[in-house]
């Protein structure tokens, strides 16, 4: 099992840091950082598979596509800031963080605005 | 890819407190600050081939 394996090193990855935290700072953050990124590959190839198969799951039954890549996006970016957010609090540095997770706010808005407007166009041609 | 790269990165991060400290006691502060800049690049240099191979994967599955 794919599980044991990622549980195993969020743990080994865990200890080092806290052993390296008490001598060198820096050095505890990078070992978070790699340990964050190896966890994220190891399960990469399942999701991807997943969202395959729930793309063509869409595909078959005719709802429309356009939204569901919105959506992908949207998700793909919060998940990106929180983890670079993620790690800036871990070293300390709230206030970045808080940037970060902001320009993520941003940029979400910004790629669902076409969601938006096609709602309201909708609306808009609904009310008589 | 594995735990390896962690084990990696901790070795490098112990040996450099080791060293750093040996070399202060020894009064060599200039090469101590040296060897704590070395092991620094090294562990920079792993970890951005790691980020970049996150990006990549992150922009495939999620075609941003």
């Given at each position: 099992m794919d599980i044991f394996k990622i549980i195993i090193i969020g743990i080994v990855g865990t200890v080092l840091a806290v052993l390296l935290s008490d001598y060198r700072k820096d050095f505890a953050?990078?070992?978070?950082?790699?340990?964050?990124?190896?966890?994220?590959?190891?399960?990469?190839?399942?999701?991807?598979?997943?969202?395959?198969?729930?793309?063509?799951?869409?595909?078959?039954?005719?709802?429309?596509?356009?939204?569901?890549?919105?959506?992908?996006?949207?998700?793909?970016?919060?998940?990106?800031?929180?983890?670079?957010?993620?790690?800036?609090?871990d070293a300390g540095e709230g206030a970045i963080a808080i940037k970060v997770e902001m320009a993520a706010k941003v940029v979400i808005l910004a790629l669902s605005l076409p969601v938006i407007r096609a709602l309201i166009q909708l609306v808009i041609q609904i009310l008589p | 890819m594995g735990v390896d790269l962690i084990f990696k990165i901790a070795a490098i991060g112990i040996l450099v407190a080791v060293l750093n400290q040996v070399l202060i006691r020894s009064g060599r502060e200039e090469q101590a600050m040296m060897t704590t800049l070395a092991g620094l690049i090294v562990v920079l240099f792993i970890i951005v081939q790691q980020i970049s191979t996150l990006f990549d994967t992150i922009k495939t599955i999620f075609n941003l």
């Amino acid at each position: 099992m794919d599980i044991f394996k990622i549980i195993i090193i969020g743990i080994v990855g865990t200890v080092l840091a806290v052993l390296l935290s008490d001598y060198r700072k820096d050095f505890a953050i990078m070992v978070g950082l790699i340990t964050g990124i190896i966890i994220f590959l190891m399960v990469a190839n399942l999701l991807s598979e997943t969202i395959t198969s729930l793309i063509n799951m869409l595909k078959e039954v005719d709802v429309e596509f356009r939204y569901l890549d919105v959506a992908l996006k949207i998700i793909g970016v919060s998940y990106l800031a929180r983890f670079a957010a993620q790690i800036c609090r871990d070293a300390g540095e709230g206030a970045i963080a808080i940037k970060v997770e902001m320009a993520a706010k941003v940029v979400i808005l910004a790629l669902s605005l076409p969601v938006i407007r096609a709602l309201i166009q909708l609306v808009i041609q609904i009310l008589p | 890819m594995g735990v390896d790269l962690i084990f990696k990165i901790a070795a490098i991060g112990i040996l450099v407190a080791v060293l750093n400290q040996v070399l202060i006691r020894s009064g060599r502060e200039e090469q101590a600050m040296m060897t704590t800049l070395a092991g620094l690049i090294v562990v920079l240099f792993i970890i951005v081939q790691q980020i970049s191979t996150l990006f990549d994967t992150i922009k495939t599955i999620f075609n941003l």
